[in-house]
């Protein structure tokens, strides 16, 4: 039994160790994240674990010899890192609470409608966390399945609303990560999805073509023609289609970057070029934002790496043969200074997509772009973080819905505007 103690102890305070201090991206990144992140989004969970650990196997008979009392001590410190890890996540709603001041003004909470900012909640959902899987609310409805492209269950998009069913409601446009070759509209976003639909959004989870079957720009095209559906079809399930908000994680956070840089471009919607594609704002998740490796972000292993992934899976073409288009593919280089404002988060221990990523990206927005930019980089969390409820996603969730309301709230000044000195129509 003191064996047992001993490896199990060792384990938990090796995977502890890991969700404070992750492998940097190496051969070994990809083991180091999914441990980082189970580790830190369910900290709360494995510290009642951690604790009953330590309380059992001594009873059990497990402290026998230098084991027991190695084990002991292991455990001990193991659980002092969950305690740092939950801590932590509690701070990542002052950084992002910090980050939205700094992009939008420290009064930027004055300037939410009244009837939008009575909605705030900044209490965390205790209940939620602690069934993390258990993620609807009995005031939201989902409708699965609908289709809006000719590619089968790959242009098939969700709608989640309030059972009440409002209308005129802003809309929030979701895309799933996955590497671009596996994921769907059931796994991603839904934490965010679940809360702002229950606050009066409709938000549309939509699937798009995948590598290595598909090769981009695919991915682009199919979530242009879903967003066009989005916009033909919103007031159906009471959207407004002038108000819509793009967002996603990973690869979806390329794909939210690309939707939000390249609205209404043509080479990107064949056969409907005069569709509307355009957004208000973009809320990207630890998204790659450059295909070219040129910022050598991942390190020399790392970038070779990446690039051999998306010439087998998602590009086309070679790097070498076809650098240009590979700069297409990247957000990047799509930059002007009329792009939608942009709230970009990404993890400080990202082993996935390094933070510089994100960084290179803020810092070109920021220098070429009009409209504000915000970014929050959150400590000690990793890829994929909002995946499913935690302390962590609850503020990230809450500073988010701000940041939306906020969005909405200057749309709907613009649009009052535009009413009473007579114009036509609405931002689109």
């Known amino acids: 039994m003191e064996w047992v103690f001993f490896a199990v102890a060792a384990a938990s305070l090796l995977t502890t160790l890991n969700a404070i201090r992750p492998v940097p991206t190496t051969l070994v990144s990809v083991p180091s994240f999914f441990g980082g992140w189970l580790a830190t989004e ?33 455990m001990a410190l ?37 009837d939008l900012a009575a909605r705030h909640d900044p209490s965390l959902p205790w209940r939620r966390l602690l069934l993390p899987f258990r993620m609807g609310l009995p005031e939201v409805e989902r409708i699965k399945n609908v289709s809006y492209g ?43 999805m679940q809360h702002l639909a229950s606050r009066g959004w409709v938000c549309f989870a939509t699937n798009y073509r995948l590598g290595p079957k598909s090769r981009f720009p695919d991915m682009l ?12 079809h919103a007031a159906e399930y009471g959207g407004d289609p002038n108000f819509v908000v793009v967002t996603g994680g990973s690869a979806g956070g390329h794909l939210t970057a690309l939707v939000a840089l390249t ?50 899976s998602v590009m086309p073409t070679k790097l070498k043969n076809d650098p240009e288009g590979w700069a297409k593919a990247s957000p990047l280089d799509r930059i002007t200074p009329d792009d939608p404002p942009m709230f970009i988060l990404h993890g400080h221990n990202d082993t996935l997509v390094p933070v510089r990523e994100a960084r290179y990206f803020v810092d070109k927005l920021r220098s070429v772009s009009k409209e504000p930019v915000v970014y929050a980089e959150l400590p000690g969390a990793q890829h994929a973080f909002d995946i499913f409820p935690s302390i962590r996603t609850a503020h990230v969730i809450r500073a988010i819905e701000r940041y939306v309301d906020y969005m909405y709230s200057r749309y709907r000044h613009e649009a009052g505007r535009r009413t009473d000195r007579g114009e036509v129509g609405v931002h689109s």
């Open 42 to 74: 369910l900290a709360v969970h494995r510290l009642g674990i951690q604790i009953a650990v330590l309380v059992a196997f001594p009873l059990l008979g497990g402290l026998e010899g230098w084991q027991g009392t190695v084990a002991v001590l292991c």
């Open 78 to 114: 193991s659980i002092v890192g969950t305690l740092y890890l939950i801590f932590v996540s509690r701070h990542a709603g002052e950084v992002a609470e910090e980050a939205l001041k700094a992009g939008l003004g420290d009064d930027y909470l004055k300037r939410i409608d009244p």
């Open 150 to 192: 000719p590619y089968g269950k790959r242009n098939k998009l969700d709608i989640y609303r309030r059972t009440d069913h409002p209308t005129g409601c802003p809309i929030l446009f979701q895309i799933h990560g996955g590497a671009w070759v596996l994921g769907s509209k059931d796994e991603q976003g839904i934490p965010l």
């Open 221 to 232: 095209v199919d979530l242009k023609r879903s967003l066009a559906w989005v916009k033909e």
């Open 263 to 312: 609205q209404n471009d043509p080479e990107y919607q064949p056969g409907f070029e005069d569709a509307d594609t355009s957004v208000y704002a973009a809320v990207p998740y630890y998204g790659v934002y450059d295909f070219t490796g040129r910022n050598n972000v991942r390190g020399r292993s790392g970038e070779r790496g990446m690039r051999m992934m998306l010439e087998r």
